[in-house]
């Protein structure tokens, strides 16, 4: 950690500021007298510009960053088609998605992060809280998600996205509202 915290170029009490920490318990995280939490971890990431990979001493090689569209797998969930455009346990996943056209049961997504969708084929109609805007091919949207958000394929076909998203763990991550705070999506699918 202490690598990493040099190599940004922040003294230990500029990182324990940005971290909310106090620097006696960031030097104790460093020296190891202390083990950090999941999200004090993804916290120190983001400070340090780094992945919580990293940060745990973990290493990548060249062939762990390329993903074969041949060799990722599909996961349905919804009538939405989804395939790992990423390396899974990064900061940011990537996803290759195609949404049906139709309504998706006035489903409104909240949740910490951010969220950066490119339309690859077809139309999307993407409301932002109260903000609504049909995306066609080539269009794109880079919005903070815990506005209010849902996503409609309004082209015959559907719509084919890219879509990267920021990993952030939290209690609300998974939280899902249809007109009633606490509708929880199904457990283990992708959130869009």
Known sequence: ????????????????????????????????????????????ARVYGTTVGEL????????????????????????????????????????????????????????????????RRGALRLTLGQVTGTLAAGDSAHFDSLTPHRLEAVSAEGADLLFVHTLLQSPTADLCVTGHAGHAAPGGTPRH
């Open 1 to 44: 950690m202490r690598l990493l915290r040099r190599r940004s170029g922040l003294s230990l009490e500029a990182s324990a500021r940005r971290a909310g920490l106090s620097p006696a318990h960031l030097s104790r995280l460093e020296t190891g007298k202390r083990q950090p939490s999941l999200p004090l971890l993804l916290t120190l």
């Open 56 to 119: 745990l001493g973990e290493t990548t090689t060249a062939a762990d960053a390329i993903v074969r569209s041949d060799e990722a797998p599909t996961v349905d969930a919804g009538g939405w088609h989804y395939r790992q455009a990423g390396q899974a346990g990064r900061a940011m996943q990537a996803l290759q998605v195609h949404v049906p056209r139709g309504p998706q049961r006035d489903l409104v997504r909240v949740h910490p992060g951010e969220e950066w969708i490119h339309v």
